[in-house]
């Protein structure tokens, strides 16, 4: 997955900014940066779902612009941070909605699809409220749902974007981990945003650092997480603490002088 000196605005401003960056099959990398960085915009390149986009991403060496989006759909996964659902679709359903790019026109979903979407229900903890209509479950519920359908997609490439941000501690690491399986016994690549840095230092590969639209800095964890780097793109003092026990990194804010 390759993005190639790519641009992108919504209006007049620029988003995205002559941006370069090679994802490699199997990777487990994630997308930091402030609020506003272009972390989501720069994975909905990489997935080709903005038309349009003065960029050139490639997936396998191909051009994703010329590919058809079912054969698409079959090799990579999208993840939003918001689920919008018009239509009262039960959990089940949309789960099963992840098998869609492998069926023909008009055809039903087989029994082997079901199982398929059944397992990655189990996997997500989301089997209990596989009858509720989506609509009605929580927002850390529908997280954890359309991850479901991300991995009954069976994707070779998964995009998602603050995949934890509505989900609590027990669930956060349980996505995280579920994901980390994914990579590692399936070869999945997953490429995620994340705001949590101690996260991110924890099941992540590589970093990602962007600041408007633009690369800072790639590389490891411990490459990226350096406090002169963190002061730079977030405008505040952090003091960093490695973990001895997996090798991640602490991050938390230096206590403001309130009187100056």
């Given at each position: 997955m390759e993005l190639k000196r790519s641009d992108f605005r919504y209006d007049r401003e620029p988003v995205i900014r002559d941006f370069s960056l090679k994802i490699f099959p199997g990777e487990f990398v994630g997308v930091i940066g402030p609020n506003g960085s272009g972390k989501s915009t720069l994975l909905k390149l990489l997935g080709g779902i903005l038309p349009g986009a003065k960029s050139s991403v490639y997936f396998d060496g191909l051009d994703l612009s010329i590919q058809k989006r079912k054969t698409l759909a079959q090799s990579i996964a999208w993840v939003p941070q918001e689920n919008p659902m018009v239509f009262p679709f039960k959990v089940s359903e949309v789960v099963l909605m992840g098998r869609h790019p492998y069926l023909s026109a008009l055809a039903f979903e087989s029994e082997e699809d079901c199982q398929i979407a059944r397992r990655a229900m189990d996997l997500t903890h989301t089997s209990q409220f596989a009858n509720r209509l989506f609509n009605e479950i929580s927002s850390g519920e529908k997280q954890r749902v359309m991850i479901a359908a991300a991995i009954a997609q069976e994707p070779r490439a998964m995009l998602l974007d603050e995949p934890t941000s509505a989900l609590d501690l027990k669930f956060q690491m349980e996505i995280l981990n579920i994901l980390k399986i994914?990579?590692?016994?399936?070869?999945?690549?997953?490429?995620?945003?994340?705001?949590?840095?101690?996260?991110?230092?924890?099941?992540?590969?590589?970093?990602?650092?962007?600041?408007?639209?633009?690369?800072?800095?790639?590389?490891?964890?411990?490459?990226?997480?350096?406090?002169?780097?963190?002061?730079?793109?977030?405008?505040?003092?952090?003091?960093?603490i490695r973990d001895e026990t997996d090798g991640s990194f602490l991050i938390s804010p230096e206590a403001q002088d309130l009187n100056s």
């Open positions: 994914m990579n590692r016994d399936q070869g999945a690549t997953i490429v995620m945003a994340l705001h949590d840095l101690h996260l991110a230092s924890k099941f992540c590969d590589r970093l990602i650092l962007i600041k408007n639209g633009t690369l800072v800095v790639e590389g490891s964890p411990a490459t990226v997480l350096q406090k002169e780097i963190l002061k730079d793109v977030y405008e505040i003092d952090v003091n960093i």
